[in-house]
């Protein structure tokens, strides 16, 4: 059995599949194949653009991590450990909908930065408001926004700013 990739105006490769263990391995070959030529004939990337372009990717995926700690203070005693699972899992619904708007960001991200602008801008008022009853302190509460609201704040900027650098670049061209 035998499999051709055809690529624009480049030769055609054969590969011919083997019992189990060779499909695997054509698997991971075509993948490559495929990769390769996608990203070899893309148009460079300045370094500061391919730089501003994993950022916001990186930053936000430590700090969705970050708020997902979070989730860890529903082990305890005196539950269940079906309570403690599911509430658990009720604690990271928030890093469940971080990640979707991750998703978005990463295909759209003009939008996904909006969304993380939004976000951090959004929930500094109720976050502030919850800190501050509890410990009446104003720097405290403050602390806690810039710890958890910044970061997707940050993400959202960088996102924005990547679109813009990369329209950038490609008319300049």
Avoid at 14 to 33: D, P, S
Avoid at 108 to 121: C, Q, R, S
Wanted: aromatic share 16%; glycine share 6%.
């Amino acid at each position: 059995m035998s499999f051709q990739i055809e690529f624009q105006g480049l030769e055609t490769m054969n590969h011919l599949v083997a019992e189990r263990r060779g499909v695997t391995i054509f698997c991971f070959e075509r993948l490559f194949c495929i990769l390769h030529h996608k990203f070899q004939y893309r148009l460079p990337m300045k370094k500061s653009i391919l730089i501003i372009h994993w950022m916001p990717r990186i930053l936000c995926i430590l700090a969705i991590l970050f708020i997902s700690m979070f989730a860890l203070d529903s082990f305890g005693p005196g539950m269940s450990l079906g309570q403690q699972i599911s509430a658990f899992i009720m604690h990271l619904i928030p890093s469940f909908v971080l990640v979707l708007f991750l998703i978005v960001a990463w295909k759209w991200e003009l939008i996904g930065g909006a969304i993380f602008v939004i976000i951090g801008l959004g929930f500094m008022p109720f976050i502030y408001m919850m800190n501050f009853h509890m410990n009446h302190s104003v720097w405290m509460s403050l602390g806690v926004i810039l710890i958890i609201n910044f970061p997707f704040m940050l993400v959202g900027i960088l996102f924005i700013l990547s679109r813009f650098l990369k329209n950038k670049n490609s008319k300049a061209e």
